[in-house]
């Protein structure tokens, strides 16, 4: 074969492989990645408990309605992430605040429509306070956040050592509250998460500040040579985070109508799964919020298909969780290499 001969062959693979440079360049596959492993883990649900009502309309709502909690706190996760940022007291602070709002409903006697924005005041007061540290004295999130996860888990046991329950008749009606849809219903949590995630999805994408989120997780030095607030940018996403983990508590307290002091322990890992497996890249500057969603609806429909099996151990759930959590690493990984060369 001639070294003309070869010509065709050399083109085609070099097409190849710059259609596949692009696919793995493209910010958006992580996103479809993760819709389409959500629509085969569908799928294979609808094929394997057909027979079991897994095909109900109810039962997708019911991921919306069991993670309600868990998706206002990704979104919260997903602001700092996109900046480049971590936080860990996430689940912290789910259980301060269910800790806190049942102390005062229930010990206190004051009205719930008092003690939400008390609630909320005080998580985003905190996610305040931690990215002021962040920014100011110039210490690593890591280390910051994981002082308020040990600060607002300890001042749950101040609080009570004990569980309380809330008998609260609000709080029973709020819980118990379902909104009909013609194929199934939702519950408040559910609808409040769904309308979190759309004001989320339209400050980090049409907005000044959303576009602040990205410059800052992107590149510091470009954006601090460009004149970006980067101060202002950092404390106002763990302001957001710390106010969507309050509001991710009150959300949990509804769901189960009590406080504990060991609610939520480890939900910050869920949190930060949902968000990488959902796409956004740990090291900041790209992810979409809408991705978020997908990465909460799969490891919500992880614990469905546990629950349908009945023979696997609810631990097949953190299992799963890591390898999907491995995978889509390498995946931004390689991802981010590719962008390098």
Known sequence: MTATDRKPEVVESNAA?????????????????????FLA?????????????????Q???????????????????????????IDLSVGSMIGFTTMFTAWLVERQGLPLVLVVPLALGVGAFGGFLMGYVIHNFE????????????LFRGLCL????ESISIGDASVGTLAQTRVPL??????IGALVALAVLAVAYYVLHHTRFGRRVYAVGGNEQSALLMGLPMGGTKIAVYTVSGFCSALAGLLFMLYIQSGDPLHAIGMELDAIAAVVIGGTLLTGGSGYVLGTLFGVLVLGLIKSLITFEGTLSSWWTKIATGVLLCAFILIQRTM???RKT
């Open 59 to 85: 039962v997708f709502l019911n991921l919306f309605i069991d993670n309600g909690y868990l998706l206002v706190a990704a979104i919260g996760a997903t602001f700092v992430i996109m900046s480049g940022g």
């Open 41 to 57: 883990m569908y799928g294979g649900g609808l094929s394997r408990y057909a027979n079991y009502g897994f095909g109900e309309p």
């Open 336 to 338: 981010t290499a590719r």
């Open 139 to 150: 210490i690593q999130p890591f280390i910051v956040t994981l002082a308020g996860l040990f």
């Open 182 to 187: 013609g194929v199934g219903e939702l519950s």
């Open 17 to 37: 492989a710059t259609r596949a440079t692009r696919l793995l360049g493209d910010r958006r596959l992580p996103v479809l990645v993760t819709a389409a492993l």
């Open 158 to 161: 101040v609080i009570s050592k």
